[in-house]
């Protein structure tokens, strides 16, 4: 089997230590696909929060975009995957328009909260988007209590560098 499908295999079924050894192996790690999604935007989508933590520990660029214009952090908020959102934050994820947009419509308040953590300018566009949407309450909440919350806590507004988890190779 070529190195480029156990690479994307590894990502969407979250073996980080399958990563790990491709990674020994030469693989880049900002490999794409044909529909320009690399192993970091399928770790994303999954919900893989080790193998997205591990391919950004190993240069995997958080801000690019595949073919249809999405950040690995825009298929983690459209696919609810809160325990990626975080660390894409934390390692220098942009907040997009879309990604913001999706999380205001669709009323994800955890999401939103941590998106708004890192673009607080944004609040007053998500409060309107998320009144659009029939979000009345969170949008309420909102601008009662902008960045005050308790669920703001969750991500640290301080930008870390990465440094390579623990994991075991055979």
Not at 8 to 33: E, K, R
Not at 133 to 138: E, F
């Amino acid at each position: 089997m070529k190195l480029h499908w156990i690479w994307f295999h590894a990502a969407l079924v979250n073996a980080p230590t399958t990563l790990l050894q491709t990674i020994h192996q030469g693989m880049d790690t900002n490999h794409s696909d044909c529909l320009g999604n690399t192993a970091l935007h399928l770790a994303a989508y999954k919900g893989h929060h080790a193998c997205v933590e591990l391919l950004i520990c190993y240069g995997a660029q958080v801000n690019v975009n595949n073919e249809l214009d999405q950040t690995p952090l825009d298929l983690a908020v459209e696919y609810q995957q809160l325990h990626c959102v975080k660390p894409l934050l934390q390692y220098g994820s942009e907040v997009t328009q879309r990604a913001l947009h999706i999380a205001a419509s669709r009323g994800l308040t955890h999401i939103l909260f941590a998106l708004l953590c890192m673009r607080p300018t944004a609040i007053e566009q998500a409060c309107r988007c998320a009144r659009k949407h029939g979000h009345v309450q969170l949008a309420n909440h909102l601008m009662k209590h902008p960045l005050n919350d308790e669920l703001f806590c969750g991500v640290s507004m301080t930008r870390k560098a990465p440094t390579p988890p623990s994991i075991q190779t055979k």
